[in-house]
């Protein structure tokens, strides 16, 4: 059974950098796959941020492209988010998820939530 | 970018019943990019439906997706307990993901 967890913390100030990681167990990140995060602020829809390949190819929401950056960790097996110069406005519960092709994704993380604030 | 408008926000319905939730493009959609999601409170959200109208592995039998171009429809032809969540659609298109914004399916 694949299992994703997410963890990082949960306030960060204006102006910083938001770090998340995700743990994969059940299955090997080196063996394939798409691995990458999805958001949802309070009260709104969700938003995709983006995806990593294992070999290190990425992908990114163009909206949020020059603040992020998606990094693996086959040794450990996870996968990391850092989203820079952070605003209230990416105050979200973040998922980290596991994407087929370029179509859907098939398992997802809880979620945690992350809030911006001084 | 591809907008999901998703109808009913909200609908409430008894055990037994037939729910009917629709997902709407703002211009076409492949069908193999559209996929459903049910997420329940504090759980990861489970995939139900992939390539438009493709049961996922484990997935009841009374789930099911059709639909092209750019409208859509889930449906689920007998309310179980455990079938009262959010329900979220979600396509692929243009180097870019996007994801209705939900219909809550409630107890009535």
């Known amino acids: 059974q694949v299992q994703l967890q997410e963890s990082g913390p949960g306030l960060v100030k204006p102006s910083e950098t938001l770090s998340l990681t995700c743990n994969v167990s059940?299955?090997?990140?080196?063996?394939?796959?798409?691995w990458g995060w999805i958001r949802q602020p309070p009260g709104k829809g969700l938003e995709w941020i983006g995806n990593?390949?294992?070999?290190?190819?990425?992908y990114y929401n163009p909206s949020l492209k020059s603040r992020v950056t998606i990094s693996v960790d086959t040794s450990k097996n996870q996968f990391s988010l850092k989203l820079s110069s952070v605003t209230a406005a990416d105050t979200a519960v973040y998922y980290c998820?596991?994407?087929?092709?370029?179509?859907?994704?098939?398992?997802w993380g809880q979620g945690t939530l992350v809030t911006v604030s001084s | 970018e591809i907008v999901l408008t998703q109808s009913p926000g909200t609908l409430s319905l008894s055990p037994g019943e037939r729910a009917t939730l629709s997902c709407r493009a703002s211009q076409s959609v492949s069908s193999s990019s559209l996929a459903w999601y049910q997420q329940k409170p504090g759980q990861a959200a489970r995939l139900l439906i992939y390539g438009a109208s493709s049961r996922a592995t484990g997935i009841p039998a009374r789930f099911s997706g059709s639909g092209s171009g750019t409208d859509f429809t889930l449906t689920v032809s007998r309310l179980e307990p455990e079938d009262f969540a959010v329900y979220y659609c979600?396509?692929?298109?243009?180097?870019?993901?996007?994801f209705g914004q939900g219909t809550k399916l409630e107890i009535k």
């Open positions: 998820a596991r994407r087929v092709g370029t179509t859907y994704f098939d398992y």
């Open positions: 059940g299955y090997s990140i080196s063996n394939g796959y798409y």
């Open positions: 990593m390949y294992h070999s290190g190819t990425t």
């Open positions: 979600q396509q692929y298109g243009s180097s870019l993901y996007t």
